[in-house]
């Protein structure tokens, strides 16, 4: 049986979609099939708060898109977790960020590991995602001075930025693993777990694996509570086609 697992890149850059695209489908189980999407409206990066409440319209109208073309579950490919409890509330499929996705996994395999992520401004609503997530005794976030798009240029010095991070991170943290704090470092995990000789993980895959799994298991958002279904009530001015109910039936 065919599973098909959106995911999302809640930006514009359709070249960073590929990026991720291709690192879901690597470890993407033979039954999977990986529908990869770009929003089409909003930020080309999201570098911060303002960035991220202006994303989460996109990122909506296209989880409730795939919902209704099929999609099992759905992955939304930013390390801030954009959206991700209004994405759970709308959609009757599972929804995964890839933080917690990758947190989740790494505190599977370690007892200590840090965060290298992209800018000091993306660095601190990583901190408070950590806190929600009941890591923070054992999770170190790091910014690399990184701008997201950076990460698209190869003579930017964006990787040889990340690898000085990560190095000092291994030194002054003590870390036993490195956790990506970027969609856009996705392609580059399985490198820098052989140089550096640590586990390296990536949340792209690290939630496609766990979409899989909750399929596999039957398993969805649970709708009592803090997840149900959003109240029937009328939107206004250019928010109106995201009334409840009206989003996901358009």
């Excluded at 609503?125 to 806190?131: D, I, S, T, W, Y």
């Excluded at 690399?144 to 964006?158: K, R, T, Y």
């Amino acid at each position: 049986m065919t599973v098909q697992i959106l995911v999302v890149n809640p930006n514009t850059t359709a070249s960073m979609t590929e990026t991720i695209a291709a690192a879901a489908r690597a470890v993407a189980g033979a039954w999977t099939e990986v529908i990869a999407v770009t929003s089409s409206m909003g930020p080309a990066s999201i570098e911060g708060y303002y960035d991220e409440a202006l994303a989460v319209p996109g990122l909506l109208m296209e989880i409730a898109a795939g919902e209704r073309r099929g999609a099992q579950a759905a992955i939304i490919a930013c390390f801030d977790d954009t959206g991700l409890d209004a994405a759970r509330a709308m959609a009757a499929i599972p929804v995964i960020g890839i933080c917690e996705a990758a947190l989740s996994l790494a505190s599977f395999i370690a007892q200590r590991f840090t965060i290298v992520t992209t800018t000091e401004r993306s660095r601190v609503p990583l901190e408070a995602l950590v806190q929600r997530y009941g890591m923070a005794g054992r999770t170190r976030v790091r910014a690399a001075d990184i701008p997201v798009l950076a990460l698209e240029n190869p003579a930017s010095g964006a990787a040889r930025k990340l690898r000085g991070e990560i190095a000092r991170a291994i030194e002054e943290d003590r870390a036993e693993a490195i956790v990506l704090g970027c969609a856009g470092m996705a392609d580059l995990a399985h490198q820098l777990q052989a140089e550096f000789e640590l586990p390296v993980i990536d949340g792209v895959g690290a939630a496609l694996k766990q979409a899989e799994a909750l399929i596999t298991l039957g398993l969805s958002t649970s709708k009592r509570g803090a997840y149900a279904a959003p109240l029937a009530k009328d939107y206004r001015g250019v928010l109106k086609s995201f009334s409840p109910g009206v989003v996901a039936a358009e």
